[in-house]
């Protein structure tokens, strides 16, 4: 699958408490929402254009995470759930999206208070962010399909020592979800003004050519403790796990995880900080 030539967004404020555990929530104060649980915007990380700008650069890789060596401030893993999805127009305007796979994302963001846009913490380089290369596919994004099963674990590992990273949630935990998130999406991506820490979406759709396809993460979960305090160093590994509730304990990933070694049916993302 080519994800070079799909576009990239992700949900900023799509689980309730990231943004405040991030020390991002007052970036979006002015963002007017339709009710509390809204999220708050979506954001480019990758826009696979000719322009000459950062956000033209693939950023993703499945083993990788460069640390930003300027600027770097407090350098996180953000465990989240990407869909894999086709994209439909009619007179250049995005009418449907349809998720085929969903997968392990790492939404990896520095946190930089001086930041006018989401995107500048998002995207500084080449493997700068993480997908998993373990697709699962969906039949439907409706209430009950094979996704309402999965959660979303995350761990951080440095000198042989792994601690729990992210709080260990299921999927239907987000504050929007199946066909509601995506007409949200869809509105967005039509309509999002570029004001405050936004982007207008649609011209840079329109640069990228209306791409048929689009990588979506769609947010990510609350830290533990540990997470919320601790930050990437070079040498550390990042691990996020996508999995089927229904088939495996919370023990049973964390074992997983200490190992490294993951079932085929188990979407999981570890990556090395270089």
Known sequence: ???KSMIGFGVAGNFAGHLEQAGEANDFLSVETQEIIQ?????????????????????LSNKLI????????????????????????????VTKIIPRYFTAYNDCSIRRPNA???????????????ISDILIPISSFQL???IDSYRIACFH???GTMNIYGIDSPAIGYSYFHQKLLNWI????????DQGPMNHIAS??????????????????????????????KGDTSIVVVYNGQQYSQEDIIAMAKREHFGDEISALVQTVV
């Open 39 to 59: 999220p708050k915007a979506i954001f480019p990380f990758y826009i696979p254009s000719q322009e000459d700008h950062f956000l033209s650069i693939y950023p």
């Open 66 to 93: 460069k640390f930003p060596e300027e600027g770097a401030d407090n350098l996180q893993i953000e465990p989240e759930i990407a869909l894999i999805c086709d994209l439909e127009y009619q007179n250049n305007l």
């Open 157 to 159: 590992k440095r000198n």
């Open 144 to 146: 009950g399909s094979e």
């Open 204 to 233: 840079l759709i329109k640069e990228a050519n209306y791409p048929k396809q689009a990588i979506i993460s769609i947010g990510a979960t609350r830290y533990t403790e540990f997470g919320e305090s601790n930050f990437l160093q």
């Open 1 to 3: 699958m080519n994800f």
């Open 116 to 130: 006018n846009k989401i995107c500048e913490k998002k995207n500084w380089g080449e493997n700068t962010k993480g």
């Open 186 to 193: 869809i509105d967005r991506m039509n309509n999002q003004p």
